[in-house]
């Protein structure tokens, strides 16, 4: 295990090696952020001096070189020319917002898959599993902005029960000064439902339906055959036999969709103006902020990697006859 874990690591560095390697190089296709810094009234020589102190001027592997050293040794991602902040700073401060947001719809995607997969897989005849994936077909066909407006316009324009943008109040998240949650407050959470639910609707149908096919595969197994056999009650055979051994390849997936979860709230804070990571990344890309860009594509890089990492590991504690690369 300590092997496959150091093994896991070294490919989480390369990958941000790699992710960070391709922004530096095409941040000179996105803009000149002198020139978005300054505006259109600073002199050429002016906007030259800028840019050597600003180190725009440099070799780009000396550029580059300076970033991941930064990186290393001091965690230190650059600064943000848009918001004068480190950008470490500027990406944390923003981080709470889509943090709750992918956790509410992950929440939101364990609660309804679970159960409708597994009962889809048990009554595949019934009018509810019927209906199940019907929905399921059309929830895969609809981009999520096209339902984040779908239901913007029924609650919140037509019923109006539920706020349309914005995180509203927030409070301090245990007094850390750096994290104003909206979960604690009633007013928060109702502007998180019409968000999350939105963004729940990518990847819901694929979960049932990744769960449904599975638990039908494990049922036609012979050692579920061999469990029924032994006079087991269905509700063990369903439950510890198959259901278990449904959950590994689901969690594989479930793990990659979080980790792919962070980089695809765009769309979704776009719509809701939800003051998060991808709104942020957003106002970056239109106001040529490379190197915000820069670093939250590293963050996102961490963050996928991290999740990844440790789905492999739950591997070996949901089914110990697992084994893992690197263990004997």
């Known amino acids: 295990m300590v092997v496959f874990i150091v093994r896991r690591l070294v490919q989480a560095i390369f990958v941000m090696l790699i992710i960070s390697l391709v922004g530096f190089s095409i941040k000179d296709q996105i803009g000149?952020?002198?020139?978005?810094?300054?505006?259109?009234?600073?002199?050429?020589?002016?906007?030259?001096?800028i840019a050597e102190q600003m180190g725009l001027n440099d070799p780009f592997f000396i550029q580059y070189f300076r970033f991941v050293k930064n990186a290393v040794t001091k965690g230190d991602l650059g600064r943000s020319f848009l918001y004068n902040k480190p950008n470490l700073e500027?990406?944390?401060?923003?981080?709470?917002?889509?943090?709750?947001?992918?956790?509410g719809t992950a929440l939101i995607i364990i609660v309804v898959s679970l159960p409708l997969g597994v009962y889809c897989a048990l009554r595949p005849k019934s009018i509810l599993s019927r209906f199940t994936m019907s929905f399921s077909?059309?929830?895969?066909?609809?981009?999520?902005?096209?339902?984040?407006i779908l239901l913007i316009f029924l609650f919140a324009i037509q019923w109006q029960?539920?706020?349309?943008?914005?995180?509203?109040?927030?409070?301090d998240l245990f007094g850390l000064g750096w994290w104003e949650t909206g979960m604690l407050t009633i007013d928060g959470l109702m502007h998180l439902i019409l968000p999350c639910v939105s963004l729940s609707?990518?990847?819901?149908?694929?979960?049932?339906?990744?769960?449904?096919?599975?638990?039908?595969?494990?049922?036609?197994?012979?050692?579920i055959k061999y469990a029924w056999a032994?006079?087991?009650?269905?509700?063990?055979?369903?439950?510890?036999?198959?259901?278990k051994n449904t959950l590994l390849p689901v969690i594989t997936v479930f793990g990659v969709q979080i980790g792919i979860m962070f980089a695809f709230t765009l769309l979704t804070e776009l719509v809701f103006q939800w003051p998060g990571m991808g709104f942020m990344f957003?106002?970056?890309?239109?106001?040529?902020?490379?190197?915000?860009?820069?670093?939250?594509?590293?963050?996102?890089?961490?963050?996928?990697?991290?999740?990844?990492t440790i789905v492999d590991i739950l591997y070996g504690f949901i089914n110990p006859t697992v084994r893992i690369a690197g263990t004997k």
């Open 201 to 223: 609707t990518l990847m819901l149908p694929l979960f049932i339906r990744l769960i449904r096919s599975e638990m039908m595969e494990v049922l036609e197994t012979e050692y």
């Open 90 to 103: 500027v990406i944390l401060g923003h981080a709470p917002a889509t943090i709750e947001l992918v956790f």
């Open 137 to 148: 077909t059309l929830g895969v066909s609809m981009p999520v902005f096209l339902t984040a």
């Open 161 to 171: 029960i539920l706020p349309s943008y914005g995180r509203g109040e927030t409070v």
């Open 32 to 49: 000149d952020p002198v020139r978005d810094l300054v505006g259109e009234r600073v002199t050429p020589a002016e906007r030259a001096e």
């Open 282 to 308: 957003l106002e970056a890309v239109h106001r040529a902020d490379i190197s915000l860009l820069i670093a939250y594509l590293v963050v996102v890089a961490t963050i996928f990697t991290f999740v990844n």
């Open 230 to 243: 032994k006079g087991l009650s269905p509700a063990r055979v369903w439950m510890v036999h198959a259901f």
